[in-house]
């Protein structure tokens, strides 16, 4: 199985400040054949099932504000959100998609100051 | 817009079979490029991918739980469902149904609300 890691397991931020969330697989899942790594980020706020944000590590999905960016490559990947809003307060997800079974990381959870 | 809705009993006995069903609303199951997947989560162990299945019937379980999953489909009824066999304490979780993209592994960009099954006597 791929192991996903985040950290940090938690950060507490200012509004407006800037978060990052780590993200590192076992192995790589950048697959050669596509040049595409098959890694997923979610948002999960209290009581509410995960939503995805970003796939492909890096491709926004629609309707996601453009403060979220996804970047990295092979085994190290990192969740940026440029200006913490009070609605970003949840937890953060990643997830490989390149091998069976599916598997997320931890969990990283973002407060606000 | 495309809606998931989990639906089971909330509480099942050990050594029981837990089953779900997830139906699909504002689109449907079949034909389509899309997987439908199970997802839990429980404290101890995170998120966890059950598995999956095709509108054809195809599926893709995880190893760890294969021998006790069995995932099917009704079209006609645009559902699927999950039974897992023989649930301990473990199985205690909040259970996700999802739309999975690319294929039976990918990641899931619809979720149903959950529903949460406890195992207990």
């Known amino acids: 199985d791929i192991v996903v890691t985040q950290s940090p397991d938690s950060l507490a931020l200012s509004l407006g400040e800037r978060a990052t969330i780590n993200c590192k697989s076992s192995?790589?899942?950048?697959?050669?054949?596509?040049?595409?790594?098959?890694l997923a980020w979610y948002q999960q706020k209290p009581g509410q099932p995960p939503k995805e944000l970003i796939y492909?590590?890096?491709t926004r999905e629609s309707g996601v504000p453009d403060r979220f960016s996804g970047s990295g490559s092979g085994t190290n990947f990192t969740l940026t959100i440029s200006g913490l809003q009070a609605e970003d307060v949840a937890v953060y997800y990643c997830q490989q998609y390149y091998s069976s079974p599916l598997t997320f990381g931890g969990g990283t959870k973002v407060e606000i100051k | 817009q495309l809606q998931l809705q989990e639906s089971g009993p909330g509480l099942v006995k050990p050594s029981e079979t837990l089953s779900l069903t997830c139906t699909v609303s504002?689109?449907?199951?079949?034909?389509?490029?899309?997987?439908w997947g199970w997802i839990r989560q429980s404290p101890g162990k995170g998120l966890e991918w059950i598995g999956s299945i095709y509108y054809s019937g195809s599926t893709s379980y995880n190893p760890s739980l294969k021998s006790r999953v069995t995932i099917s489909v009704d079209a006609s009824k645009n559902q699927f469902s999950l039974k897992l066999t023989s649930v301990t304490a473990a199985d205690t979780a909040v259970y996700y149904c999802?739309?999975?993209?690319?294929?039976?592994?990918?990641?899931?960009?619809?979720w149903g609300k959950g529903t949460t099954v406890a195992v207990s006597s």
């Open positions: 492909w590590a890096s």
């Open positions: 999802a739309r999975t993209v690319i294929r039976a592994l990918g990641y899931m960009d619809v």
């Open positions: 504002g689109g449907s199951i079949s034909p389509s490029v899309y997987y």
């Open positions: 192995q790589s899942v950048l697959y050669s054949t596509t040049n595409r790594n098959y």
